[in-house]
């Protein structure tokens, strides 16, 4: 498909889900506004805000011409639910996807429209910029996407390289693997982009030009890292069978995810002086570990190594339960007063 010389809007519907979002909003919608090329519509999903985030919505959009953009009201249901909402409200062939408290660059929708029209890509994404507070870090999603090559799910299902105010997708391959998983409390992102790139014959690049500012803001959906541990494990979990599909090994894979997603939360915890909890993080993880093993394997290893993997957590809680005296301590000096 081209893009119609004569139309100056893109084939695409924006989707942002938003929470309690007021502070943030009209910059993610005013980066929209200000793309070169501009996308045909843009649903903004208030999901059951308490902080007047649809009013500023609607403030914004009246002030912005050219753009259709509608903000839909919902309960508090998610940002799974709330990104399916606007999935099916959404009507053109593409859809991108942009958080609320991100914004783009200027040039963002033309760069991925210049990859996605007249290829068979199911997805785009970019590199970008990750802001916390004053500090800018560049996101160098394309250097893991290169390093995966040539088992690229093999790569994304480990180092995880799509920043989902990144994409912009196939809006019929989104709906065929049924959207977004609503049941995840985070990574719905990153669980929908595994189940749309393992089909044998789905394509996807990410380049190199950094087009999205990605904020790390108090509440955001990134920002919750025991909650993002759990999700990410039962995601890994899920998909940890898929490997095999793609040339690559199951167990290999779900260890080196394993280890990477704890090596990430208990790095985010000590920044945030959570101390505590780097401590419960690495007392999980032996038992995380058995038990992703065991649920990955059930259907093939022997019984006696799953009784085996059993006696192992049994042993380590009774270990860590006879020195329970010492931990303790530990914890309480290490947690911030």
């Given at each position: 498909?081209?893009?119609?010389?004569?139309?100056?809007?893109a084939?695409?519907s924006v989707?942002?889900?938003a929470?309690?979002?007021?502070?943030t909003?009209s910059r993610?919608?005013?980066?929209?506004?200000?793309?070169?090329l501009?996308?045909?519509?843009v649903?903004?999903?208030?999901?059951g805000s308490?902080?007047?985030t649809?009013d500023?919505?609607?403030?914004v959009?009246r002030?912005i011409?050219?753009?259709?953009?509608?903000v839909?009201?919902?309960?508090n249901l998610?940002?799974?639910?709330a990104?399916?909402?606007?999935?099916?409200?959404?009507?053109?062939?593409y859809v991108a996807?942009?958080d609320a408290?991100?914004e783009?660059?200027?040039?963002k929708?033309a760069?991925?429209?210049s990859?996605?029209?007249?290829?068979?890509?199911?997805l785009?994404?970019?590199?970008?910029w990750?802001?916390d507070?004053?500090?800018?870090?560049?996101?160098?999603?394309?250097?893991?996407?290169?390093?995966?090559?040539?088992?690229l799910?093999d790569g994304l299902?480990?180092?995880?390289?799509?920043?989902t105010s990144?994409?912009?997708?196939?809006?019929?391959?989104?709906?065929?693997v049924?959207g977004?998983?609503?049941?995840l409390?985070?990574?719905?992102?990153?669980?929908l982009w595994?189940?749309l790139?393992?089909?044998?014959?789905?394509?996807?690049?990410?380049?190199?030009?950094p087009?999205t500012?990605?904020?790390?803001?108090?509440?955001?959906?990134?920002?919750?890292t025991?909650?993002?541990?759990?999700?990410?494990m039962?995601i890994?979990?899920?998909?940890?069978p898929?490997?095999?599909?793609?040339?690559a090994?199951?167990?290999?894979?779900?260890w080196?995810?394993i280890a990477?997603?704890?090596?990430?939360?208990?790095r985010?915890?000590?920044g945030?002086?959570?101390?505590?909890?780097?401590v419960?993080?690495?007392?999980?993880?032996?038992?995380?570990f058995?038990?992703?093993?065991?649920?990955t394997?059930?259907a093939?290893?022997?019984s006696?190594?799953v009784?085996?993997?059993?006696?192992?957590c049994?042993?380590?809680v009774?270990?860590?339960?006879?020195?329970?005296?010492l931990?303790?301590p530990i914890i309480?000096?290490?947690s911030?007063?």
């Amino acid at each position: 498909m081209a893009i119609d010389d004569h139309d100056p809007l893109a084939p695409v519907s924006v989707i942002i889900p938003a929470f309690n979002a007021s502070a943030t909003i009209s910059r993610a919608l005013r980066s929209i506004a200000g793309q070169t090329l501009r996308p045909h519509d843009v649903i903004v999903v208030d999901d059951g805000s308490t902080d007047g985030t649809p009013d500023v919505a609607e403030q914004v959009a009246r002030k912005i011409e050219g753009i259709s953009i509608r903000v839909v009201r919902q309960s508090n249901l998610g940002a799974g639910a709330a990104r399916n909402r606007a999935l099916a409200e959404a009507r053109s062939e593409y859809v991108a996807f942009l958080d609320a408290d991100d914004e783009w660059l200027p040039e963002k929708l033309a760069n991925c429209m210049s990859w996605l029209v007249g290829d068979d890509f199911v997805l785009i994404g970019h590199n970008g910029w990750i802001v916390d507070g004053k500090t800018e870090t560049y996101l160098d999603c394309t250097r893991r996407f290169h390093a995966a090559h040539p088992r690229l799910y093999d790569g994304l299902y480990r180092r995880g390289f799509l920043g989902t105010s990144s994409v912009v997708a196939r809006r019929d391959a989104v709906m065929q693997v049924g959207g977004f998983d609503e049941t995840l409390g985070t990574g719905q992102d990153f669980d929908l982009w595994l189940r749309l790139l393992d089909r044998a014959e789905a394509r996807f690049a990410v380049f190199e030009t950094p087009l999205t500012r990605f904020h790390i803001v108090g509440g955001s959906i990134t920002s919750h890292t025991r909650r993002r541990l759990d999700s990410t494990m039962e995601i890994a979990i899920r998909h940890a069978p898929s490997l095999a599909r793609h040339g690559a090994s199951p167990l290999r894979g779900l260890w080196f995810r394993i280890a990477a997603v704890h090596v990430e939360a208990v790095r985010a915890h000590w920044g945030r002086g959570q101390f505590a909890d780097v401590v419960s993080t690495v007392l999980r993880f032996p038992f995380t570990f058995a038990r992703a093993t065991i649920l990955t394997c059930r259907a093939t290893i022997p019984s006696w190594l799953v009784v085996g993997l059993i006696w192992v957590c049994i042993a380590m809680v009774a270990y860590l339960y006879q020195f329970r005296d010492l931990v303790a301590p530990i914890i309480n000096v290490l947690s911030p007063s």
